[in-house]
């Protein structure tokens, strides 16, 4: 199949990946646009994988305010270099990764910052509500798991689905930037204040 220039601009539209990357991933899929965008992603983990490790002592600092001043979240998302951590695409993603903590308040960034505290009292309430419905003791345990393992991905920010996209973990956009931007990129850590609170 020919692959037109319109077709790897649709499929740069839609995926932001460079127009070489494009034209090739048409090339290898004979022009279906769906396959060649899961091709891109594939790229993008591979990417990712590869960058995982590497020191990430760029960035920039963004701020969301809302609610007439009410509620602001802070976050700091590193990358390689300064090239990078100018562009607009980075900037508008820790923009974004603000608004989502503001809205949604994660507790932390990954399940091995979470408080032991919260969740061995989670876990805690998790049992008793199992007991005091009668469940017997080796279906308890299979519940409260399952239980926690919601939690967690309620609370910790990697594991959130994204307030604008909710088809999309915080996880797998920041993976998908990767790929995009050729660096590794990670939050380094987020704030949020609520007036009151």
């Given amino acids: ?16 990946a ?43 600092i963004e701020c969301y ?18 090239f990078v951590a100018k562009t607009d695409g980075f900037i508008e993603f820790a923009r974004d990764l603000a608004l989502h903590v503001a809205a949604v308040n994660p507790v932390a960034i990954t399940r091995d910052e979470v408080p032991e505290e919260i969740i061995t ?3 805690e309430i998790y049992v008793q509500q199992a007991l005091d419905s009668g469940k017997p003791e ?9 239980k926690m393992e919601k939690f967690l991905k309620e609370i910790c920010l990697l594991d959130q689905p994204f307030v604008k996209n909710p088809d999309f973990t915080i996880q797998e956009l920041i993976t998908d930037l990767i790929g995009k931007m050729g660096e ?3 939050i380094k850590r987020f704030s949020r204040f609520q007036v009151g609170a």
Avoid: P, Y
């Avoid at 020919?2 to 932001?16: E, G, N």
């Fill in 1 to 16: 199949m020919k692959i037109t220039s319109q077709m790897v601009k649709d499929l740069r539209d839609k995926t932001a």
């Fill in 18 to 60: 460079g127009m070489m990357d494009c034209k090739k991933a048409l090339g290898e899929t004979d022009g279906d646009m769906e396959k060649a965008v899961d091709l891109l992603r594939q790229k993008g983990l591979a990417v990712a994988a590869k960058r995982a490790g590497r020191d990430t002592s760029e960035g920039t």
């Fill in 65 to 82: 305010i809302h609610a007439g001043g009410k509620i602001a979240a802070m976050v700091e998302l590193s990358c390689e270099s300064d």
């Fill in 121 to 123: 009292r989670e876990k």
């Fill in 138 to 146: 080796n279906i308890v345990d299979k519940m409260v798991t399952g």
């Fill in 184 to 186: 590794s990129i990670s």
